[in-house]
């Protein structure tokens, strides 16, 4: 026997009486489950989309080849009209990393991990010499320096030291923390933040531009601890003159040649760094779709996604080919089934999150609101929902409704029969810093999921986000959800509505 879900949750169905959401048979549920955990495919695709295709800066020419080998699994998933859409102009290029070497030899030898900062040039070759170190504590300390840095390999101060810190290194949510969760905060005030200055002067700006015009050699920066560089990069035009070569090197390494020169012991060092400029000057999305069925449903859209964007150390494993990944082993999931959605379900996998969420902002003012023009484009009514991954590899414990209380009563249906699997949380809080919030400024319904944070921040834009960052089994469970929501979505009568909100 069939035994479906109706939805009957809270009071909801007095207070919104349009809105009689069904959930899907439980054998559909049992079927997508059985699918994801029996047959998934997503080991072989955690390899595909970290080793095999490795980093991936936007517009570099690694982008590029991610694009590439990513339509070609849509392709060969039995997606349709798969393409890659332009989101908006990336005023500064591609850029690619060649190679990155840089060791202290006096006063003894020591190689360090090391990360260019993206968009910055290239050595003439290895580059050697004593280190000068900016020792600048107030305005006119910048006057000791002029005259006297070009060519040379310039240390930074030290911006931020490290500190030991208790906490473990992975977490998952207690079920203390879910419970906060489920809490409305609301009302709550924006606080203002006051900004602390050094007698109306921002010491550190007054640097750049003295080394800016000093020209040194290689300038050499401290961020990122446990040994390991963090990822940055610098603003940079396509066709400017190419920028001094900048370099990141752990706050360990940066920090103890800061404390010898300090101290009056000389250090040296040798840097080689050879990076790539090309003017690919666009972000660019990847896109598909299963398309629906119902003659009067099947122009209307049920959108997923992540960013498929990462920086250029390591290869964007947590942060975010598992978004990616677990977006694309849904619809496997959902193809393996033969399912036959009343909706279409759309994926699009972004472009350029990293510089500030650019290839979903671009998608959004194609289709959604135009912002310039102030109107409403054609998607505006016909996006049902939007649902993104991109808060690393832990599992899926519930989601953020982004205050859509309307949206309460659907999730609160669609997720009984995969409550068991630990899908337990509906928390009406905002969650912000990542693609879904695009959709939300306008009131579209866009989610971002509540997940275990596992080890993210070990990974955060460093070399160390590989595919050891990767729990399989929680993206298998991940998987089944996205797969079993956006059916959901694609499935019911009606759909969740949009939030009010002023256009502008």
Known sequence: MKKIFICIAFLWTGLFGGMAQQCLPELTAFKIKNEAFRNSQLEDMAVWMTDFMGPRLVASKLYDRAVKLTMEKMKALGLENVRVEVAMDFLKGGWDNQ??????????????AANPKAWTGSTPGPVKGEVVLLQ???PKDIENYRGKLAG????????KEYK?????????????????????????????????????????????????TEKPAVIVHGAGNLNVPHSLGIGYKWGEPEPTPELVLPVEAHSRMVRLVERGTPVEMEIDIQNEFNNHLTVDNVIAEIPGKDPELKNEIVLIGGHLDSWHAGTGAADNASGCMVMLEALRILKALDVQPRRT???????????????SRGYVQKYIYDVKAKEKKDEF?????????????????????QENDMAVPYFAAWMKPVEALGFTTLSPRNNYGTDHTSFDRFGIPA????????????????????????VIDDLKYNAAMIAWFTLCAAMDDTRIPSKPVELR
Request: net charge positive.
């Open 381 to 401: 009514d016909r996006l049902v929902l939007y649902l993104n991954m991109d808060n690393g590899s832990g599992r899926f414990r519930g989601i953020y409704l």
């Open 99 to 112: 190679r990155t070497y840089a060791a202290m030899t006096t006063p003894y030898y020591c190689n360090f």
């Open 152 to 159: 040379k390999i310039v240390l930074m101060p030290i911006v």
């Open 136 to 138: 600048v504590k107030k």
């Open 345 to 359: 379900i759309r994926v699009a996998l972004w472009g350029g999150e990293e510089q500030g969420m650019m290839g």
């Open 447 to 470: 989610f971002q999921f509540i997940q275990d944070g596992l080890d993210y921040s070990t990974g955060y834009h460093r070399p160390t986000d590989t595919y050891e960052r990767l």
């Open 164 to 212: 030991l810190t208790f906490e473990p290194t992975a977490k998952r949510y207690t079920e203390e923390e879910l419970k906060t969760l489920e809490q409305d905060p609301r009302p709550q005030s924006r606080r203002r933040v006051t900004q602390l200055t050094t007698g109306g002067t921002n010491l550190l700006e007054l640097m750049a531009k003295l080394l800016k």
